[in-house]
């Protein structure tokens, strides 16, 4: 998980124009603005502007200032920069609690919990360190990218429900994927790496969750574990980082494997059927045409429907292995397609192997 160390050091609410130094200064050698003006050849009205702070100190001035007061130009320079960096940061802060209500519509704590966030008083702060984990300098950056018309219509419908913490379980997918490195996308590749995927099926996770990715990320495809979020009742999404990148989150909400495996499935059958522009979620809704084609290339990819009338006729767990040997896969599969196919869903909960975090 990408974690935020970021300590935050006292921030001054005032920034001191170098004009207020060069004051001093012209006091300390007993110099009227006018002589100073005669010495570096500005006219006293350039100087009133530079002492108030509504002109700054150029490179040329803070070369003339070293020959006129021999204090170093670097001196003058760095003072300049100091300021306007600090006047920024003022005018930023002053922009910024404008948009204070915005973050209630993000779920900050959880955020905090995982190490993305500083826990601060300063709403401000919060405010800005938001903001810096999605990558945007202002609330209106965010909404453009993440509540626009013209991008609503390109993702699930299930998305505008509760767009900031939608944005936000998301955004930690965004943030491990673009960790990863990954060979440029190759469709006849990805369709061959998820028959070997398959059969890691019946692995332990330390075994199967590392060879996962490396044979997606040799396809072109990054796979990003994230944990569920209260208000984010979703099994995974699929969203195209550049046009030679794909990005499959995935988490373990209901926990059984085969619910993992559907998802994981679900969604290479986005990536390989569905356009690069759309964000599309699996929330196990059927209102939408792209949900039921990829729920289709993931069963049939995991267990073809030719054995669906065998296994509505299992009565045992035996048999459960024995077909789950013919077909290579992990029987906690085949257990979980006899629950969808019969509605006998406390039957063979025994061999769905549940997946956790680990802490």
Not at 40 to 68: F, M, W
Not at 329 to 338: N, S
Not at 346 to 358: A, D, P, S, T, Y
Request: with cysteine; aromatic share 8%; net charge neutral.
């Amino acid at each position: 998980m990408v974690t935020a160390q970021k300590k935050y050091e006292f921030e001054p609410d005032y920034a001191v124009a170098p004009g207020a130094t060069l004051q001093e200064l012209m006091e300390s050698l007993e110099m009227t603005q006018k002589e100073l003006a005669t010495r570096t050849g500005l006219t006293e009205q350039s100087l009133t502007r530079i002492i108030k702070g509504d002109q700054p100190i150029s490179y040329e001035t803070a070369n003339r200032l070293e020959l006129v007061t021999q204090v170093p130009a670097r001196f003058w320079n760095n003072l300049e920069a100091q300021y306007r960096e600090q006047k920024a940061k003022l005018e930023e802060r002053e922009r910024l609690e404008s948009n204070i209500e915005w973050l209630k519509t993000i779920p900050t704590r959880e955020l905090i919990d995982r190490g993305f966030l500083q826990a601060v008083k300063d709403k401000v702060a919060l405010l800005r360190d938001t903001l810096a984990f999605f990558g945007v300098s202002s609330v209106d950056a965010w909404q453009k990218i993440w509540e626009m018309p013209a991008v609503a219509a390109r993702r699930s419908q299930c998305f505008e429900s509760r767009i900031g913490d939608a944005a936000a379980w998301i955004r930690q997918g965004e943030l491990q994927a673009h960790e990863m490195e990954c060979k440029p996308f190759d469709k006849k590749r990805f369709k061959k790496v998820l028959h070997e995927i398959r059969s890691l099926t019946r692995e332990e996770p330390s075994v199967f969750e590392p060879e996962m990715k490396r044979l997606c990320a040799e396809a072109g495809v990054a796979v990003a574990l994230v944990r569920e979020m209260k208000k984010v009742p979703w099994n995974g999404a699929t969203k195209w980082l550049t046009p030679r990148k794909a990005m499959i989150i995935l988490c373990l909400r209901g926990r059984g494997e085969d619910k993992f495996w559907f998802s994981f499935f679900h969604e290479a059958g986005h990536v390989l059927n569905d356009s690069k522009k759309d964000l599309l979620i699996n929330n196990g809704s059927h209102d939408d045409p792209r949900e039921e084609r990829a729920d289709r290339f993931a069963a049939d990819i995991l267990i073809p429907s030719r054995h669906d009338e065998n296994i509505r006729r299992i009565r045992s767990k035996e048999a459960i292995v024995r077909l789950a040997d013919e077909l290579d896969i992990a029987p906690g599969i085949v257990a979980g397609r006899y629950q969808f196919l019969t509605g006998q869903w406390h039957l063979f909960k025994g061999l769905i192997r549940k997946l956790e975090w680990e802490s």
